[in-house]
């Protein structure tokens, strides 16, 4: 047993070693150590080096708020987590961890030449060092930052661990198990109410764990804190421990996140590490504490300088002396109980250096019976020590002037400027903070929520006025609650009690030009920088957070904000709260991805439309895409075939015979009722009134901007009701605007829209013997009367259906409707029958190249919002004799009927070539750079029936263009193209009438 | 997650089953070919963008579907009432000075 773990001592378990492994070698710790306690047990200070400048830090927090030691956790295969903190990482057997940001070692590391380079790193680095020259950029600057800055390596693996996802409505919800939340607890849970309480550690006590010196309620503090809990749970309280509130959203909606299973020497197979639980509280109770703040001086970020605060908490909890002869820094009383309980443990402190001249007297007098030097007024001026502080330099300071140093030789020196409360959730409603110019620090104002704010979290200090504060914030949400409850007497004995001032910078006789007086220890911002982002300009703190990083880090600034505020106002000659407090955001402390995805991960991101015909396309080897949200078969190659020679054979036996294709995903609308035909005429701008039933037509629909938004066949079934189909993709968003339109501007008329796209599989025939095929299996179909746009609802292959003659190809062609659970029965009864007709399955790539060999649009692809029906050739879906429809007035805008729109035309490239989709066309190649664009490819593809590239493009003024050459620069060479008709294949239609 | 009231349901539900549908009171006008080209401009495009008190329109996409509105501050968040639609905007003040 290492000398700086004192036997018996804390809330460890002595009696249960725990090896585990720190940059290789193995170190032993205690269960209910986390890895910095285990570390400085071990007398390991150094744990990490920076972020920019590569200097040696250790610990200097105890808590989620600790910037330095950040290490690499390894829990097997694909499960290294970087960026872990080490003060709050539970130890657990075998925990391989290693540190960040040195190479080739911890203790010798060549980046910390960066250190040396400080006028290279300085405030705004990002924006000045490395602008010049430009051509340095590439090859010197940025792979040096990338190798020399960031915070640790990101996992190179799937994270092969589940995270659960829970919901939880709850009466009062209370953040933060220290004294101030668990008095609130216990007056709120006697009413009956619904509580919860929550805490970020691995057990309730907050403070408490810390400060155990004290009596409460007759009991010392631990004891106090065991038969409270009982109470707690006995009267049905949630206790929630290691769960952290990270969200603090509207309406009393809290995120927790809590951490199950990485404390645990060997998880249960199927447990989730962790669980996002999303609460809506009637009531909440913010008890989160304070943290406390560094001071700002030379060498402050030497490891062995760390927080007083959490030097009496590794005493006092892990049983851990962080120092044989550890010097004390402060500006505030709650350091000194730090001396003492080290002092009383065995530690001989250097010396209490305090800035204050005066202080209390029954503190000087309990540090002079423990023989402690007490340096009143005086100022650290530097501290000396490669890898562990050695010695501080210490002045005397009188009337600002700062007199001769001395050295104090020491192995640790524990610092604390004060307390800030943590208001982070409370700033994350947007609740207003007020300054308190007594204790120099934000204090919540106004609440937005229905919540309380408890304890050290507004500014209190001292056992007893939190216990007391924390019942009546409990008695508050309770009478929110319309319950009712009693005050409950605590009593507290010995308490410490305590006050402080506040510094910027500590006075030095040094130059403060030279000084390393850190303030965001993580992202390694200096005094100096932030003093030089004033001066350089900057006047909001937000600008001045930017300049120089301050408070950027994964910390969030909880050490470094109100330090920055302090330094950055009084380089600006003003008061704090003129300067204002930069933003709290969501998370309060660095959550894995993990807990925010949840269960909705893999097959559950999104969940897989697929038609009922899918089956057949799986076990025929169809490769898919997605499309929408669907599953579609892309194109179903043979043995050998490549896409190419797959899609090129599947449009050229549809051509030659006939083709099959799945068109489930079609979006379908039934617009019913007896106002259904004005309705279509009000939205489509294609008339309607005139469309018999049985008849089908080409629907436009536009946007009342008069864009495009969808289009489809449009059957009339009867004389008040219509089968509309949509897009794939457009589906919802076409009933959506259908709804918008029939409730909230026309509800005079009597429809009724019902989505039908999963009622019905349609499959699509297409080619010379479709009609061939087809006919034999249809029932109640007079053929003599049913030509091309046609429907019936009749039986095909017996099967109950709705039978569309329209065609996407240019061929003979139908679509099959039928209800969603004969589709894969109607899918194989047409195969079979298609069998002496060679009959060909084609997917949705054939399907683009045969309807694109026709000049059909996909709207989404060849138009983009921006096209109105001239600019896509489709005038004549427009019914020009209805006074209205939804678009019509914006047909006649002035930039619509503007000469120079992009219209769309058909390209072919004069060395009968494949254009890229998306490439940009220009007119005249020879124009210097950057070239005018005057549109740009929209579809292009093989066509196996034409024997060469066919693409179709937006190009301003294309339908007046006919003919004219476009070119089309890309990496290897410009392109010719000349334009044409979009109509590449049968432009008079003779197929359709076979 | 705000919550939302959805005046013909009757019931405050969590804000994934809604979905925003733009600023409220903005009625179609009767005959589009009689507006100006600059009238018609503003029916289409322009809107208050209001920095505080908003009326808009939403749907309960995934409960009734039915479109409503709602006044709601953009400063807070804040729903302050929801209401068919159809109905016409609340009188706001009358309803603070009752609270
Ligand atoms: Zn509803």
């Known amino acids: ?994 | 997650m705000l919550l939302i009231h959805c005046p013909y349901c009757d019931e405050t539900l969590p804000e994934l089953e809604f979905a925003y549908a733009g600023e409220a009171h903005i009625a179609r006008p009767v005959d589009p070919s009689a507006l100006s080209d600059e009238e018609w401009r503003d029916f289409l495009f322009i809107r208050t963008n209001a920095r505080g008190t908003h009326f808009e329109r939403w749907r309960h996409i995934h409960g009734c579907a039915r479109f409503f509105n709602a006044a709601r501050d953009t400063v807070t968040d804040r729903f302050l009432v929801t209401y068919k639609a159809g109905e016409s905007r609340p009188d706001l003040t009358v309803k603070e000075s009752a609270e």
């Open chain 1, 1 to 994: 047993m290492s000398r700086y773990r004192i036997p018996g001592h804390g809330r460890v378990d002595h009696g249960a070693p725990v090896s585990f492994i720190f940059d290789g070698k193995t170190y032993q710790g205690l269960r209910g150590d986390t890895v910095a306690s285990a570390l400085l047990a071990n007398g390991v200070h150094l744990m990490g080096r920076s972020f920019k400048y590569h200097r040696p830090r250790g610990t200097v927090t105890a808590g989620s708020e600790e910037p330095n030691a950040l290490i690499g956790t390894s829990r097997g295969p694909g499960r290294f987590e970087p960026n872990t903190r080490a003060t709050v990482q539970e130890l657990r057997k075998g925990l391989v961890t290693e540190s960040q940001n040195k190479w080739p070692r911890l203790s010798f590391d060549i980046g910390a030449i960066n250190d040396r380079a400080y006028m290279l790193f300085s405030a705004g680095f990002y924006y000045k060092t490395f602008m010049w020259p430009k051509s340095f950029w590439d090859k010197v600057y940025e792979p040096f930052i990338r190798s020399a800055a960031g915070l640790g390596k990101s996992p190179t693996e799937n994270d092969p661990d589940r995270y659960a996802a829970r919901y939880l409505h709850t009466d009062l919800l209370i953040v933060g198990g220290g004294p101030a939340g668990i008095a609130s607890a216990l007056v709120a849970a006697k009413s009956g109410a619904r509580v919860v309480l929550v805490d970020e550690n691995p057990e309730m006590g907050g403070a408490l764990l810390s400060d155990p010196s004290v009596m409460i309620d007759g009991a010392p503090a631990w004891e106090w804190l065991d038969t409270s809990l009982t109470e707690l749970r006995a009267a049905g309280v949630r206790l929630m421990t290691r769960t952290t509130a990270i969200g603090y959203y509207h309406q009393n909606f809290v995120g927790l996140c809590e951490r199950l299973t990485d404390h645990l020497d060997t998880p249960p197979a199927d447990a989730p590490r962790e669980r996002m639980w999303r609460v809506r509280a009637d009531q909440v109770v913010l008890a989160q504490g304070a943290l406390e703040k560094p001071l700002v001086f030379d060498g402050n970020d030497r490891p062995g300088v760390m927080l007083a605060g959490s030097a009496q908490t590794y005493l006092n909890r892990y049983g851990v002396r962080v120092g044989d002869n550890p010097a004390v820094l402060t500006c505030h009383d709650s350091a000194y109980h730090a001396a003492f309980d080290l002092a009383d443990a065995g530690s001989r402190i250097a010396a209490i250096i305090d800035t204050r001249r005066d202080v209390r007297p029954d503190l000087t007098d309990a540090a002079a019976q423990r023989g402690i030097r007490v340096m009143q007024g005086h100022t650290a001026t530097g501290t000396k020590g490669r890898l562990r502080i050695k010695s501080v330099r210490v002045n005397p300071v009188q009337d600002d002037a700062v007199g001769k140093p001395v050295e104090i030789a020491c192995d640790a020196l524990l610092m604390s400027g004060g307390w800030t409360p943590s208001l982070h959730l409370f700033s994350h409603t947007k609740g207003s903070l007020a300054w308190d110019a007594d204790s120099n620090t934000f204090l919540p104002d106004r609440r937005t929520e229905a919540c309380q704010i408890a304890g050290a979290g507004r500014g209190l200090w001292g056992f007893g006025p939190v216990l007391e504060d924390g019942v009546n914030a409990g008695l508050a949400a309770i009478e929110a609650l319309s319950r009712s409850g009693n005050p409950r007497d605590l009593p507290v004995q010995n308490d410490r009690l305590g006050t402080g001032v506040s510094h910027t910078e500590l006075p030095t006789d040094l130059s403060a030009g030279k000084a390393k007086a850190f303030v965001d220890f993580q992202n390694d911002v200096t005094a100096k920088d932030l003093r030089l982002a004033v001066r350089e300009g900057m006047r909001s703190i937000e600008h001045v957070k930017r300049y120089t990083t301050n408070g950027m880090a994964t910390d969030q600034g909880k050490m470094s904000n109100i330090n920055g505020l302090m330094i950055a106002a009084d380089a600006l000659a003003k008061q704090p709260p003129q300067v204002g407090l930069t933003t709290f955001r969501p998370p309060y402390t660095p959550t894995s991805f993990g807990a925010f995805a949840g269960y909705l991960r893999g097959q559950t991101f999104q969940l897989t439309r697929t038609t009922p015909i899918d089956p057949w396309a799986e076990a025929n080897g169809a490769v898919f895409e997605p499309v929408a949200q669907w599953r579609r078969g892309w194109y179903f190659p043979k043995p050998g075939e490549d896409m190419h020679a797959a899609v090129a054979r599947e449009c050229r036996a549809t051509r030659a015979s006939v083709g099959i294709f799945d068109a489930s995903t079609l979006g379908k609308i039934e617009v019913a009722g007896p106002d259904a035909v004005e309705f279509m005429n009000r939205m489509y701008t294609n008339p309607w009134t005139k469309l018999a039933p049985g008849r089908c037509r080409y629907g436009l629909l536009l946007g009342e901007d008069g864009f495009i938004r969808d289009d489809g066949v449009i059957g009339r079934l009867s004389s008040d009701l219509f089968h509309v189909t949509t897009t794939t993709g457009g589906a919802a968003r076409v009933l959506n605007m259908m709804e918008d339109y029939l409730q909230t501007e026309w509800p005079d008329l009597n429809v009724w829209l019902t989505s039908t796209t999963e009622q019905w599989a349609t499959v699509a025939l297409n080619g010379p013997n479709a009609l061939a095929l087809l006919k034999p299996l249809v029932e109640g179909v007079d053929w003599d009367d049913f030509p091309h746009m046609s429907v019936a609802e009749c039986s095909v292959a017996g099967l109950p259906a709705r039978l569309f003659r329209l065609s996407f190809t240019g061929e003979v062609g139908f679509e099959v409707n039928v209800p969603a659970r004969h589709g894969l029965a109607l899918w194989t009864a047409l195969i079979e029958a298609g069998k002496p007709y060679d009959i060909c399955p084609y997917g949705t790539e054939a399907m683009h190249v045969l309807r694109a060999e026709k000049g059909y649009i996909i709207v989404g692809q060849d138009t983009d919002g921006t096209v109105t029906p001239q600019d896509a050739g489709l005038d004549w879906a427009i019914g020009k004799a209805k006074p209205d429809f939804v678009g019509k007035r914006s047909l006649s805008r002035p930039d619509i009927v503007a000469k120079g729109r992009k219209q769309l035309v058909g390209l072919l490239t004069e060395d009968g070539s494949k254009l890229e989709e998306g490439a940009q066309i220009v007119l005249d190649p020879n124009q210097p750079l950057p070239m005018k664009m005057v549109g740009h490819v929209t579809s292009s593809y093989d066509s196996a029936a034409l024997g060469h590239p066919i693409a179709m493009a937006v190009i301003e003024g294309g339908h007046d263009r006919m003919g004219e050459v476009v070119h089309i620069p890309m990496p290897d060479g410009v392109r010719r193209a000349r334009i044409t008709s979009t109509v590449f294949y049968d432009p008079t239609g003779e197929r359709l009438k076979a």
